[in-house]
């Protein structure tokens, strides 16, 4: 269910289905790639399209899971800063780090399923928020994030700057 099939629906139907177009917005810029086109740096930072789907499931793992279900980034096994939430190991794939979105996307749902939108949530290391603050925090990130994939995406497709350039003898 898009955003636009909920136009006169209650609030959290409508951040749900706002909140889902940017998940699957953001997988989807993978779509097609191989994974050295997932991996590789299009820009001076770390920044990858790979990178990117690493992050955001890193960031909502951090607002749903620590922020409204209370468990700290080290039970969740979480790196601690957004920045090595971009690093790629070795053994991520499109595949792993797609399923792996997937599967915290399913663990937001759950955490969130019975919660009323002005619950004050207080799992997160800066202090207490309403589960609506949560919401608008995520949806923010996923909305910047996928700006950057649509980017990144577009020059790979454009035949963006090779990693390796070759050199005329």
Do not use: N
Not at 42 to 48: E, G, P
């Amino acid at each position: 269910m898009g955003s636009f099939d909920v136009l006169l629906d209650d609030e959290r139907v409508q951040l749900d289905a706002f909140v889902e177009e940017y998940r699957s917005a953001i997988e989807a810029t993978l779509d097609g790639l191989t994974e050295e086109q997932a991996r590789r740096r299009l820009v001076s930072s770390a920044t990858t399209l790979l990178g990117l789907l690493k992050h955001v499931t890193w960031m909502q793992r951090v607002w749903f899971e620590e922020c409204v279900g209370g468990a700290s980034r080290r039970e969740l096994g979480l790196v601690q800063t957004p920045d090595e939430s971009l690093e790629i190991a070795d053994d991520d794939t499109v595949a792993s780090v797609t399923a792996a979105h997937q599967e915290a996307c399913g663990r937001a749902l759950a955490v969130v399923a019975d919660l009323p939108l002005d619950k004050v949530v207080t799992g997160h290391r800066a202090g207490p928020r309403t589960l609506r603050w949560v919401y608008l925090q995520v949806l923010r990130e996923l909305a910047h994030h996928c700006g950057h994939a649509d980017i990144l995406r577009e020059q790979l497709l454009a035949g963006g700057p090779d990693p390796k350039p070759e050199t005329t003898v």
